[in-house]
């Protein structure tokens, strides 16, 4: 059975940090690219970050480029993103996702064919 699990969300205080991880099992194992999407109340759902399996090449979406860090386990299949100096604008539940194929830049959620639960992530002011 196709999973992602994510964890690591909670409260921070603005300028802390929090690491987020992202288990998968069964056919998610055979995706190209795992990423990471958010979603504010009242918006949509938003790329966040991007990696490729094979070889760890990563996409960012401005907002973040410089803050935060998305990486991968190759051998045990997991996703971390570390986010740095959080600023109340990034509160939002962070969803764990992946796909077929090797579009990494592609911020389109529709391409995505896996999805974890989500985990919250809380900054405040």
């Known amino acids: 059975q196709a999973q992602l699990v994510e964890s690591g969300g909670g409260l921070v205080q603005a300028g802390g940090s929090l690491r987020l991880s992202c288990a998968t099992s069964?056919?998610?194992?055979?995706?190209?690219?795992a990423g990471w999407f958010r979603q504010a109340p009242g918006k949509e759902r938003e790329f966040v970050a991007a990696?490729?399996?094979?070889?760890?090449?990563?996409s960012y979406r401005d907002s973040v480029k410089g803050r935060f860090t998305i990486s991968r386990d190759n051998t045990q299949k997991l996703v971390f993103l570390q986010m740095n100096d959080l600023k109340p604008e990034d509160s939002a539940i962070y969803y764990c996702?992946?796909?077929?194929?090797?579009?990494?830049?592609?911020?389109?959620?529709?391409?995505?064919?896996?999805w974890g639960q989500g985990t919250q992530v809380t900054v405040s002011s």
């Open positions: 996702a992946a796909k077929f194929g090797f579009r990494l830049a592609s911020p389109d959620r529709r391409e995505y064919d896996y």
């Open positions: 069964g056919g998610v194992r055979r995706t190209g690219v």
């Open positions: 990696i490729l399996w094979r070889d760890g090449s990563t």
